[in-house]
């Protein structure tokens, strides 16, 4: 017997279902009828989803070179080569041409790379680019045959609240689907590069699980799996995922340069802080403009508030820092910004990063 609380849950489950067709039929709870599932989207999703093997040497440093007893009296390299093997987890997002988004961590320092298909398959596989700052890397399938990809969904739509999968292969079990909650998004600091913006979720997110799928209801990729908070090392509930529309945009650009090339449009930016002053409680603070930049030739000024980016919402420094440094050379961003509580607009060009001298102040974005 179901109480009342069950069959509220229930109900709202019942409702997000309505608008998935990938869904299963809506039960009738009152004749205790099937329940809801979800296998129907796993189904659809999971054969896109692959495990990663990955063979390898990284360059160390020796920790006896800091020895000088050691430096001096014995012929000690400064670096060893230590022998890695590693699985992980990948996405197919481009069947025909065999892309894989995985994590860069995965198959950093990976001489050979071997793919596995849900249905068994082992195929070798080839790293196209990586890129550290964001921890997004790319893989190509050879001879990609009868392979299934996974479509992109809008991560930015994402609200704290939505019900996502994560589908990957934790301590190397093989693949493994978990669900839960979009818990927070926007996170940040979770490394050195500051290149972040990620999702948190509640679904269970294990080693092994990194570059795997975080999946929405419709069963479209919102997320590559990334990193956990553990101190014993397995799931307590807070794990992080890349947006896909990040992850979208760096392969993009490691699929047509092998790299990416990150834009500048002459500003350095700013938390907002509280303040008594009426202003946006989201948003961008412009710190500094170079002078002679794109930032200044398109009226933007110190203590301008950024709000918005291509009329999307930008609610921290740091996510207007990634849209900028992800954007392709030459594109055009339109920006909305707040300006003594009055809003106006402006585009703003990205250009080619540069190299600042030692002397001067860095204007990074």
Excluded: C
């Excluded at 945009?249 to 340069?257: D, K, P, S, T």
């Excluded at 907002?272 to 030739?297: C, F, H, M, W």
């Excluded at 300006?339 to 190299?355: C, E, F, I, L, Y």
């Amino acid at each position: 017997m179901l109480d009342q609380r069950t069959i509220l849950a229930w109900l709202l489950v019942v409702a997000l279902f309505a608008a998935s067709p990938a869904t299963a039929q809506v039960p009738d709870l009152k004749t205790g009828g099937s329940v809801p599932t979800l296998a129907p989207v796993v189904r659809q999703v999971t054969p896109a989803v692959v495990n990663i093997s990955v063979h390898g040497r990284v360059r160390e440093d020796n920790p006896l070179y800091r020895d000088p007893f050691f430096r001096e009296f014995f012929d000690i390299p400064k670096q060893v080569e230590k022998e890695i093997n590693s699985t992980g987890s990948g996405v197919i997002v481009d069947a025909t041409r065999g892309h894989v988004l995985t994590n860069n961590h995965v198959v950093e320092g990976a001489s050979v790379v071997q793919i596995t298909t849900k249905d068994g398959r082992q195929l070798s596989a080839k790293v196209i680019g990586r890129d550290p700052p964001t921890d997004v890397a790319v893989l190509q399938i050879q001879n990609p045959i009868n392979l299934q990809g996974l479509p992109f969904g809008d991560s930015d739509a994402l609200e704290v609240g939505d019900f996502v999968l994560a589908i990957g292969n934790p301590f190397g079990l093989g693949q493994t689907v978990t669900s839960g909650l979009v818990s927070a998004l926007g996170r940040t600091g979770l490394s050195k590069e500051g290149y972040e913006d990620f999702i948190q979720t509640d679904a269970a997110i294990n080693p092994g699980n990194s570059g795997g799928a975080l999946v929405n209801l419709h069963g479209e990729l919102v997320g590559i799996n990334s990193a956990i908070i553990s101190p014993g090392g397995g799931n307590v509930g807070i794990g992080f995922a890349i947006p896909a529309n990040m992850a979208r945009l760096v392969m993009e650009q490691i699929v047509a340069q092998g790299h990416v090339q990150r834009g500048r449009i002459g500003v350095s930016l700013r938390e907002l802080q509280p303040s008594t002053k009426p202003r946006p409680n989201e948003g961008a603070l412009i710190a500094e403009v170079a002078p002679d930049s794109p930032a200044e030739k398109a009226g933007l000024r110190k203590d301008d508030i950024v709000v918005m980016a291509d009329d999307r919402p930008i609610r921290t420094a740091s996510q207007l820092r990634n849209k900028i440094g992800l954007a392709r050379i030459g594109q055009d961003v339109k920006l909305t910004i707040v300006r003594g509580g009055q809003t106006s607009s402006a585009v703003v060009k990205v250009a080619p990063p540069v190299q600042a001298s030692s002397t001067s102040t860095p204007l990074l974005r």
